[in-house]
């Protein structure tokens, strides 16, 4: 292993690593070396399912149940981590929901959940984990963003403004917390094949054809595409890099697109 890359020794925390694209980058991050702790809010059976599946891989997992946004329950559940596991190198804000509800229909209610969870939930899940990095001044947070950090969609309002706030947040955590020695990026993924996107992926969707054309690589993204940018981000290779995004994203937000009728 180049010792850039090295995770040997290292402890990463990814919230939402249940499945999808957290269990990907979780998995990604365990191949360089990484003791993972995996997160999850909704099922302890979902939790132990993802957790058995690495270490059946030969990784060493453990896995949390806690809701990001919930200040008490993050901070005993970060405490835990440190005094079972070990101090928390790595943080991977990676928990998300997305409701696709056009403005004027969208109720407050729903609105909020998605600004909690994609937004504040980081701020909330953060605080306590950069306060060690502080204190051991070393660390790497990653927050997951998304192409709606860029740019807007028809009925995906409250996670592209949390998105957008997410995006910002980076660079403020960045600004911070560079002095400390805390490297805050995040990963912008573009379209993915996942449950998140199961929805508006299903064959003859007319959404299924537009993102393979607007996608200049011709095709959705998978999971372990993702591996690669969150194993740069953690690593010693990005020891001066703070408050980027990377976009993964097939070259999405390279291009304007084409003419659907244009070969
Ligand atoms: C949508 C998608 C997106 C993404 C994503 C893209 O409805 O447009 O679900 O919101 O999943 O984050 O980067």
Redesign the pocket.
Known sequence: MHPLFDLTGKVALVTGATHGLGLAMAEGLASAGATLVINGHSSREKIDTAVSYLRDKGYSAHGYRFNVCNEDEVEQAIAGIESEVGPIDVLVNNAGI?K?IPILEMELSDWMDVIDTDLTGVFVMTKPVAKRMVARRQGKIINIC???SELG?DS?SA?AAAKGGLKMLTRNMATEWARHNIQVNGIG???FATE??KP?RVDGHPFNDFIVSRTPAGKWGDPSDLQGAAIYLAAPASDFVSGQIIYVDGGILATIGKPSNEA
Do not use: A, E, H
Request: net charge positive; charged share 15%.
């Open positions: 997305i696709r998304s192409m709606m969609r995906v996670y993924p573009g379209y998140q996107t508006i």
